[in-house]
């Protein structure tokens, strides 16, 4: 089962990824009309995982540096080892990265740290995709939705 989770507070622009086109859905040759506008994958992340800002730069500056230590992620993203430290667990918790322990010759232990491949990637939030569509559909079928009258449409002009 893949871990899908909504964070409350205040969360910022997830990923540096240039939002979808304005262009409506209906005006794109051989799609269907559609009022449902297509997710960045900034919001989708956001939307499966609650993934903020930091914890995104955190997940990228891991790909450029595998095997990063917790102090090199923190001086590569310029914010405190504890802040850091706490977006390492949560990307690990969702599955993005693991960590692997290593023991110093003088005694001792570090941790590096490891991006999943962008497959993995792909496929885990994917499967995030599906499943929370399921629980979305679930969510509006199970809704107790008002009783309202039939009226005619207006005429259209």
């Given at each position: 089962?893949?871990?899908?989770s909504?964070r409350?507070?205040?969360?910022?622009?997830v990923?540096?990824?240039s939002?979808s086109?304005?262009?409506s859905a209906?005006?794109r040759?051989?799609?269907?009309?559609?009022?449902?506008?297509e997710?960045?994958?900034q919001?989708t992340?956001?939307?499966?995982?609650?993934?903020n800002?930091?914890d995104?730069?955190?997940?990228?500056?891991?790909?450029?540096?595998p095997?990063?230590?917790?102090?090199?992620?923190?001086e590569?993203?310029g914010?405190d080892r504890?802040?850091?430290?706490?977006s390492?667990?949560?990307?690990?918790?969702?599955?993005?990265?693991?960590?692997?322990?290593?023991?110093?010759?003088?005694?001792?232990?570090?941790?590096?740290?490891?991006a999943?491949?962008?497959?993995?990637?792909?496929?885990?939030?994917?499967e995030?995709v599906?499943?929370?569509?399921?629980?979305?559909?679930?969510?509006?079928?199970?809704?107790?939705w008002p009783?309202?009258?039939?009226?005619?449409?207006p005429?259209?002009?």
């Open positions: 089962m893949v871990p899908v909504s409350n507070g205040d969360r910022k622009t990923l540096n990824v939002p086109s304005a262009e209906w005006e040759p051989g799609e269907e009309s559609s009022p449902v506008t997710p960045s994958l919001e992340v956001e939307t499966l995982f609650g993934l800002e930091r995104v730069e955190t997940l990228r500056a891991i790909q450029e540096e095997g990063a230590t917790t102090n090199d992620v923190a590569s993203v914010r504890s802040n850091v430290n706490r390492i667990s949560l990307l690990e918790e969702i599955g993005l990265v693991t960590r692997r322990r290593r023991i110093m010759e003088a005694g001792g232990f570090f941790y590096e740290h490891y999943e491949s962008s497959e993995d990637i792909e496929a885990l939030l994917t995030a599906e499943e929370w569509a399921e629980r979305a559909v679930r969510t509006v079928a199970d809704h107790d009783e309202t009258e039939e009226t005619e449409s005429p259209r002009i």
